[in-house]
């Protein structure tokens, strides 16, 4: 029952966590492209101050905007802080309320570091923090964009590998996300709302706005812009075994979330006068290529063990499997069989033969987070045997 109700606590806030994220995220797509779409205006227009503008068509209406610097306090203004709070709020909570609390199944993964859940979550809470510390300080001492990229590209691939040989490969691939999540979330509660409120004061006093404050919000903005896909990937990843359980998982990521910044970038500068940025695409189908191709290179097998019996692996099953996949599952997680799916008989395993070595064997993913402390010789047995039962005539 408790349980129950704790799985439905993180379903909502998974909910709510996807739909704040997916409010930000549009905004941000919306108006990073939009900065560099605008052109100079050309005739009239009905702000002073004009930088750029924009006709657009969508949803069966015409639009036109005008970016201005303004001399007074609009009477209407929206802002679009919330949903970049609520995404950040609401993250916090799931990764403490999944991986902290819950850092045996999901954040420790014995076979990789056995680690005590204290020293997991102090990593897992000091990583995150130190990430944003050397990203601030990072953009206080580089002038240019270009560095940050740069260092900030390389921070993300060592800080993926060392996940790597620390955490769960699920728990590594969310660190990532949440290291880069951290920092667009306090991009904006640190940075760009409070230059936003001064511009805004200095307008209500009836002073001139200072330009400067809007050139740092802008700058941390355009980084979330960055941060976007590689985060949301990082955000879906714990549905893709096949590239965090590898042993070169963190270098596939790297893959991964270079393909979505370029992919970011192209459309950004998409209508831009002066770029178009084509080659760019040349790079995200290298990027998601090496990715593929890097996930089908994976270290042998153990040696073939002999002719498996069933209660041999049944016994396996059992202990292995069975504290979660049964009717009722005695693992403290779990009200309910995971997926519905049982494992309980000979017949229960070969009915999704082919999923239990796949999972078992090739993304090993399961146990999950290797709960149950399966070894590379029982994973060969179940494989030996569930094989050998599909040849039986
Ligand atoms: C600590 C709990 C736990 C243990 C132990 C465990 N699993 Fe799972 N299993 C899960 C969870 C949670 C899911 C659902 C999420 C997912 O598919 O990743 C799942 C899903 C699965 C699925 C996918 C079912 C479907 O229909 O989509 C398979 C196959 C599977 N497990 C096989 C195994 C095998 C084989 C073992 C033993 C070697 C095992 N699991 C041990 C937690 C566990």
Redo the contacts with the bound molecule.
Sequence with gaps: MITAFQDWIAILLRWLHLMAGIAWVGTSFYFNWFDLSVRPPKGKVLKENIRGTLDEIHGGSFYYHEQYWPDTHPERLLVHAWPAKTTLITGILLLTGIYWHGAR?YLIDPSVADLPPIAAIGISFVSLVACWFFYDLLCFFADSNRTVFVVMSLFVALAAWCYQHVFSGRAAYIHVGAMLGTCMGLNVWTSIVPHHIAMRKRLMAGQPIDKKDGEKAKRRSQHNNYFTLPVTFAMIS?HF?LAYNHHRAWLILCLLMAGGVSIRHYLNVLYKEDRKERSLLAVVVAAFGGAIGLSFVRPAPPPVVGPVDTPTAMA??QR??M???SQKPT?P??AAP??G?I?ETPEH?MA?AE??V???SVTR?????N??G?TDEERAQ?KVWVEGQGKKP
């Design positions: 199944t714990n075994a396996i099953v292995r499997c504290p979660c996949h693992h997680s779990f995971p997926s799916f494992l395993v999704k999923k239990v796949q999972r078992t993913d399961m146990p999950q987070g709960a149950t399966m179940l």
